[in-house]
């Protein structure tokens, strides 16, 4: 699952980095300036908003959906690679070649909270409380209140 609730480290915070991890190797990108941010989520927003349309556009057709969401790779190989202005990461095909798809939702996430650190915070301050990670959800109710009283007996027993 898409974890939002976890806090960036303090460390990286203060150094202005985000570490990313690709095939076991840890990436440490140098956070972008308010411009170089201002342009990454421009590029993401542009990519959110035509994800976004295909979606509304397959209407109920579980197929297409679930084809969507998975041709997402090369967007968010796109992004993260955009993201890298000081050549820290491998190329692309590297990446391609080495880089689980997991990882690679992992590492735009990061750089994703790293650029949106109010957002983040938000999200990390939220009332809402974070979902549970053993993999089921709590019960949506409860057993209702019983309304009925004892059964009163018969006058013939």
Request: glycine share 8%; net charge negative.
């Amino acid at each position: 699952m898409l974890d939002l609730f976890t806090t960036r480290p303090a460390g990286d915070i203060l150094s202005r980095s985000v570490r990313i991890t690709l095939d076991g190797v840890e990436y440490v990108l140098p956070v972008l300036r308010i411009a170089g941010n201002r342009r990454w989520k421009a590029q993401l927003d542009a990519a959110t908003v035509g994800l976004v349309d295909s979606l509304e556009g397959s209407g109920d057709d579980v197929g297409a959906i679930l084809a969507l969401l998975a041709s997402q790779t090369d967007t968010l190989l796109d992004l993260l690679i955009s993201y890298d202005t000081t050549g820290v990461l491998p190329s692309r095909e590297a990446i391609e070649e080495t880089a689980y798809e997991d990882e690679l939702l992992l590492a735009v996430r990061g750089v994703w909270r790293a650029a949106n650190p109010l957002v983040a915070i938000g999200i990390e301050e939220s009332p809402i409380p974070a979902p549970p990670t053993n993999g089921s959800l709590p019960p949506t109710s409860t057993s209702p209140t019983p309304t009925a009283g004892r059964r009163k007996k018969s006058k013939s027993s």
